[in-house]
């Protein structure tokens, strides 16, 4: 099959080797000239529990790099979806099928409006979370650590899923778990709840490039704010209905950790992982992805259903500040979704439909 | 001098020896019968700038203690002002002067409220901090590192403030500057500004004990939510009509640091300080005494001159969260200190003459 991949870092690298060296046909594109020039070569290498070495195609252009691949995967930070979804929009057709790999806060949503606007309703899917755990090495090789046992999946249009399901089982293996929507998948992200306060509260370490390992830095001070903030974003979870996982119990279920309470779990994941080592500079994605996209996300579902959230606009607010951004103005905010003024039975209901023609009429 | 010290801290300590060995009959009382009791034998050892032994009564009560003394000094933490005022207030007559040293948040007021229940008006005197830069070795002994040049003084009536001054030169010598009102002085406090920011952002250092120096812990990011905070601060002490010093020139002023940024005063100080090293616990007066006696004090007087002060309240509300406490009610709000519903100008009025009868009729 024909795959298109969009981006260049860790998970795109990652995804377009591992489907490289199972025999199908990768074409990768990113928006930079540089990134698309250091690959020209098109040789990616691999090392750790996957290793080798396979070839891919770079694209010149976005269009032709999506033109007929069975599947097109966007593989970035949240803060590039959104030009990426728009070099791609005008070239999807209703037959493909969109990966995001992984979302954060809907970000699915958006290519679907602009899908929407040219009247076509290609499947969207939502990866919770990335299927590799990687780390790039140079600009074409990668050091994948693990394979995810299981992430968390869900279609746009929902009633979609069974066949997104199927399709990315025949090219990944077994590795899916279907949810009922969308947004179930965008607020299981527990990253924001175990990045956001601890990078405030290590701060200094960050900024001086200590050598500090995130988890020991999570001490039962640092814990109970995440609690806090975890608490906030799981009575979001009960109001929309969605699957309730802790951040205790998703470290217990991905993890294996132990322990009755987070300091322990803590601990215990410390103990476990070794690793990796915490963020060694002030501007990071524990802060600049995970405020905007994802803190500002479940704040904003929250306002929209009435609940109290003070721990969490008191971070967002905080690290705007500290940023001298407005994280609350540039994020997934339902306004920015389309989704402002719905109620959450609307939210719900718009994120297993997206901003395509009803089901029924198509 | 009969001289009566009420408290059994650094201070307090301190300041005993220092007017007991420069011959002054000095009484202590402390509230707690064991520390009473550690203190019997009296004899007070000090070291360091100062040195030596000095004889001091410890009293029984808080009665005897005050009885015909010169001066009461008051000298405690902030939390420990209330129940010290408490039981002096039925002591003290109009003729004796109580220092507070040093004060946090107009917490003179509170002693004034409690005397003009009584009909009877001391003169009162607020300390900016404390005189004496010490730390307590045992229960009788202090080591004191510096005796400080010049301290911030005011009185409640403003109007005894030069005989308030001419008493305390005549037990310290010239060290002290006499400010207009009491306002002035607590709202020249400059510990909650490079206390709490500095550790929460190093929280995990200290509940893990790390040997670390304030100062260092003081990187960029760090030192741009120590300005955020004092840009709020000095925004109150515009409106209020005080004397405007910012945290950069008060470490400048008083330590001698040099730059032309937060960040660069503050490599500055660790250079030349070489200490003290930060809080080794998650429960230190950094946070329990200056988020509800010093920032809860700021953003209640913002409050009441419409000034917004957003990183100050979130810094309230985020370490009440992660304190389990509501430092806002427990701290020193307008309408703690009997100022609620009043105009700035009234407050600042209000911190001249004190709880007491008008000057005019005394």
Tied chains: 1, 2.
Excluded at 75 to 92: S, T
Aim: charged residues 20%.
């Amino acid at each position: 099959m024909k795959v298109a991949i969009l981006g260049a870092g860790n998970v795109a690298l990652a995804t377009a080797y591992y489907l490289a060296s199972t025999g199908h046909s990768v074409q990768l594109w990113s928006p930079f000239p540089e990134e698309r020039a250091a690959l020209s070569g098109g040789l990616l290498t691999a090392e750790g529990v996957l290793s080798g070495t396979a070839d891919i195609v770079v694209a010149a252009q976005a269009e032709s790099c999506v033109a007929d691949a069975g599947l097109i995967v966007i593989a970035a930070p949240a803060f590039g979806h959104e030009p990426l979804m728009a070099a791609i929009a005008p070239h999807v057709t209703a037959a493909q099928t969109v990966l995001i790999h992984p979302v954060t806060g809907l970000s699915s949503l958006l290519l679907s409006r602009l899908m929407a606007e040219r009247g076509v309703a290609p499947t969207i899917v939502d990866a919770s979370t990335s299927l590799f755990t990687t780390r790039r090495i140079t600009a074409n090789s990668v050091r994948i650590l693990k394979v995810k046992d299981v992430i968390e999946i869900a279609a746009i249009p929902a009633a979609r899923g069974p066949q997104a399901l199927a399709l990315l089982e025949g090219l990944f293996g077994k590795r899916f778990r279907l949810e009922p929507n969308a947004l179930t998948v965008s607020l299981n992200n527990h990253n924001p709840v175990y990045h956001v306060p601890p990078l405030l509260c290590n701060l200094s370490r960050a900024e001086l490039q200590e050598d500090w390992m995130i988890w020991k830095g999570i001490t039962p001070g640092v814990a109970r704010l995440v609690k806090l903030v975890d608490d906030e974003r799981l009575a979001v979870v009960r109001r929309y209905g969605t699957k309730e996982v802790s951040v205790a119990d998703y470290f217990r279920q991905a993890h294996g950790a132990i322990g009755a309470d987070l300091p322990a779990i803590f601990l215990s994941v410390a103990e476990k992982l070794k690793g990796p080592i915490g963020p060694q500079s002030f501007e990071h994605r524990f802060m600049t992805e995970d405020v905007p996209y994802a803190l500002v996300f479940f704040l904003s579902l929250g306002e929209a259903a009435g609940i109290d959230m003070p721990i969490t606009r008191n971070f967002i607010e905080l690290t705007s500040a500290l940023y001298e951004r407005d994280f609350m103005a540039e994020g997934h905010t339902l306004d920015r979704l389309g989704l402002g003024g719905l109620t959450p039975d609307a939210i719900v209901a718009r994120s297993m439909s997206g901003f395509s023609a009803p089901l029924a009429a198509e």
